[in-house]
Structure formats: structure tokens, C-alpha cells
T-cell receptor, first 115, second 111 residues
Framework: NAGVMQNPRHLVRRRGQEARLRCSPM?????VYWYRQLPEEGLKFMVY????????ESGMPKERFSAEFPKEGPSILRIQQVVRGDSAAYFC?????????????FGEGSRLTVL | GQQVMQIPQYQHVQEGEDFTTYCNSS?????IQWYKQRPGGHPVFLIQ?????EVKKQKRLTFQFGEAKKNSSLHITATQTTDVGTYFC???????????FGTGTRLKVLA
């Protein structure tokens, strides 16, 4: 029974390149969250998605960042034209989507380093 | 916007001492969750509180949700070295799905 799978675990990009982070939720989960964590800091909400729908993207920067969760395949967080400030750990979490029992199951994270 | 603060930011205790972290939200919450993140690891769910004034226990851990549903606490009795990590609360407002994480409390336990 695989948990939330994120890849790549580590990604190095040069300024101006694109970063694509993937997240496969737990089996049976149709809701995905993305959070960003800077070293020694808390988790900042970015976006909440259901299959084929973005429900809440209030935490996403207006430019360069986008997220999707297609009908088939993993959720993808895409960062275009990366800058050094994008260096962080990006965590994906999935849930059953039942609000009253909305435990979030986190993946191990993707650590992005921008040179 | 909604803010969730935790105090203290850091806590060092001797093994066997008790530990408490406090969580305060700027808005009334529908429910609150607690997570533990080990150094270099990912957040792991501990518990969820829903009702005003609710108290839940897990072995040496006691969780409380305030009467006004704006604050919460986690108390660990007789800490052990395995308790090391950062403890986060995460609150959700009614009508939304997103969880806003607190600033976290990093616990170090000295053997």
C-alpha cells in the first residue's frame, strides 16, 4: 500500500530553467495539496486540487508557478524561469477529501536547489 | 489573511521533563490538526480535534482545543529522545479545504 510518492527527491536547476515536481497521491485519494518549506521554517500553503480542478490556489505566486492534477497521472507543480529564491522543499499531501476526517498524508518532499 | 502562530519557537528539555507547545489562530477554526516532522523528514499526522474544548490523549501526548476554537496545545509528559522534531499545528476555517500550518515548535531532548 504505497504512500504519497514524490519525484524527483532532489532537483538542481540553474536560474532561468524550468522545474517540474510530480506527486502521486495515495491510492483512492483524489485531493492533493502542495506546500513549500524553506529551511528552518514552517509549511506555506500553495494550492489545493481535486482531479482536473484547482480548488484553491490562494498561496501560489501569480507568476511562474502553476499546478495541475489531470484525470490520469500524477499532480504536477511547475515552476518556470526559476530563481534562487525558489530553492526550498516542496511537499505534496493527499487526502480522501472528506472534510471532517481530512488527515493529510505527506510525501517525502522534493528538494529544489537553484544555482 | 489567516495566521497561525506557535510558541515557543524552540524548546530544549532534559529527557524526562515535560514539554508544551501552544498554537493560536487569528480566526475561529473548524478543526485543527497536529503534525510531527523529524529533522530531514516529512510531516506525519498525529491527531485531529474538532469540538470546542476537546481533549484527546495518545500515550504521553495530550492535545487540547480551546473553547473558542482559536487556540490549541500539545503537552508531552516525560519526554524521550524519540520525541525530537518539530511540532506543527494546522488549522482549517469553515467553508475551506486548506490547512494553514503554524510556525512550528522545534523540540530538542537532551539525554
Amino acid at each position: 500500500n504505497a504512500g504519497v510518492m514524490q519525484n524527483p527527491r532532489h532537483l538542481v536547476r540553474r536560474r532561468g530553467q524550468e522545474a517540474r515536481l510530480r506527486c502521486s497521491p495515495m491510492k483512492g485519494h483524489s485531493h492533493v495539496y502542495w506546500y513549500r518549506q524553506l529551511p528552518e521554517e514552517g509549511l506555506k500553503f500553495m494550492v489545493y486540487l481535486q482531479k482536473e480542478n484547482i480548488i484553491d490556489e490562494s498561496g501560489m505566486p501569480k507568476e511562474r508557478f502553476s499546478a495541475e492534477f489531470p484525470k490520469e497521472g500524477p499532480s504536477i507543480l511547475r515552476i518556470q524561469q526559476v530563481v534562487r529564491g525558489d530553492s526550498a522543499a516542496y511537499f505534496c499531501a493527499s487526502s480522501l477529501g472528506q472534510v471532517d476526517t481530512g488527515e493529510l498524508f505527506f510525501g517525502e518532499g522534493s528538494r529544489l536547489t537553484v544555482l | 489573511g489567516q495566521q497561525v502562530m506557535q510558541i515557543p519557537q524552540y524548546q530544549h528539555v532534559q529527557e524526562g521533563e515535560d514539554f508544551t507547545t501552544y498554537c493560536n489562530s487569528s480566526t475561529t477554526l473548524s478543526n485543527i490538526q497536529w503534525y510531527k516532522q523529524r529533522p530531514g523528514g516529512h510531516p506525519v499526522f498525529l491527531i485531529q480535534l474538532v469540538k470546542s474544548g476537546e481533549v484527546k490523549k495518545q500515550k504521553r501526548l495530550t492535545f487540547q482545543f480551546g473553547e473558542a476554537k482559536k487556540n490549541s496545545s500539545l503537552h508531552i509528559t516525560a519526554t524521550q529522545t524519540t520525541d525530537v522534531g518539530t511540532y506543527f499545528c494546522a488549522g482549517r476555517n469553515s467553508g475551506t479545504y486548506k490547512y494553514i500550518f503554524g510556525t512550528g515548535t522545534r523540540l530538542k531532548v537532551l539525554a
